[in-house]
């Protein structure tokens, strides 16, 4: 009798419950956020005591499991745990500190000139000279440059394979394609399973590719944890920099200026002839293309004790099947939508103009761009990135005038994909 009793009071347990859960999947699992003050309490204020790292750091790892099954990241952008947090934030200030220590920047411009002529050298010319596709040749270059430059300064640019670089990179770029496509779960993912990609094969290739790359095991036991934060974002800058200013003419001076004397000064500084600065456009290159068009954080939804109660009572896979397993509310940082706003960027927000920030004579004025994201968890390259961006684009198309070739492209600039028609080539291919 007492059995049947539990068993009723345990149906009906479960009967409110996944009513309670659908419910709460109606109205509160998806919100954006669409204004800058916004944006700046849901990244964390970096003076807000109510936002502990912790929990920051749980939000965020919660919003990028899906990631973390794809690549097998096993690094603080899907891990909730401060101790690694603080492990890899201080390995990357410290590549960061080598790399200015090794000659400041001319050392950079350096690598990125002897990439470009490894990269040149490793294509086999057509009848018509030189062709390949620019998404290709700009994240294959900007590889070569991120390996050499900053994660393994030791390593000779000569014996990297060309293969390895370009296996790399294809495959990077694939699987996060695919990791957008994944289907989303409004229930808590199991943080600490083991994981397993579905793209296993191409996960397989690319671990083998990275670690021939990068092989020193015990400074890089899961290579991917460094390549994507220090590769993935900087190629797309390069690349939508490129896109804008290789056929003008004045903003081409601007980077042949900034290859005369490399530094951050320099970067900085606008020029004496044309008003303009590299700092500028490398701003308004990340205002026009934001590399995370979305920046999101997921909360794990509080439910009654009953709900926790009969959770406690069966398996998780019961749970699961039954729509009882802990739900997460999806917060979302819409930053397309502040670099699309007329009233913050004015009526030619749609318009590549670095000369717009030279209306912000303070620096704290201009308008937050979360480029690099915000607050404590704020990217740790955000200093370091935009002046090795416009370093790479000066080298290029140094290279490019120098070598004789040309960019060509359609119009319609690309992010990880959508550069078709896009290419460099030699120049009397033009004329084909």
Known sequence: MYAILLLLTLANAILLTSYFSRDIRKHVLHRNHTTPEDIINLLGHSESPSASISELLKARSLANQRLRHTFNLTNTFVKAETDIHNTFVGRMKDLIRAQRRRGQWVEFLHVARQAFTCELNSYVPTEAGFLTAFTDFIQV?????????????????????????????????????????????????????????????????????????????????????FVIPTWETLWRVVATCLAHVHENVEFRRVFEELLEDPTSERFKTTSFNSNLCADWIISETLRLHPPSRHISRSFVVEQPPFLQFVRALLPRSVTDQLGLAPLIRSEIADVEGIRLSVGIWGADVLEFNPRRWARYNNPLEAPILFAFGYGPLICIGKNWAPMAAALIVGAILEGIEREELGIVGTGIIGGRAGWLGWGVQSREAFKT
């Open 141 to 225: 270059l900007t590889l070569r440059i991120i390996v050499v430059a900053l994660l393994d300064p030791d390593r000779d640019m000569e014996s990297i394979d060309a293969e390895d670089l370009r296996v790399s990179a294809t495959l990077i770029t694939k699987l996060w394609g695919i990791s957008k496509l994944k289907k989303i779960s409004s229930a808590v993912p199991l943080m600490n399973a083991s994981c397993t990609s579905p793209d296993i094969d191409d996960l397989t290739t690319l671990n083998y590719h990275l670690r021939r790359l990068l092989p020193d095991t015990e400074k890089y036991p899961n290579p991917i944890n």
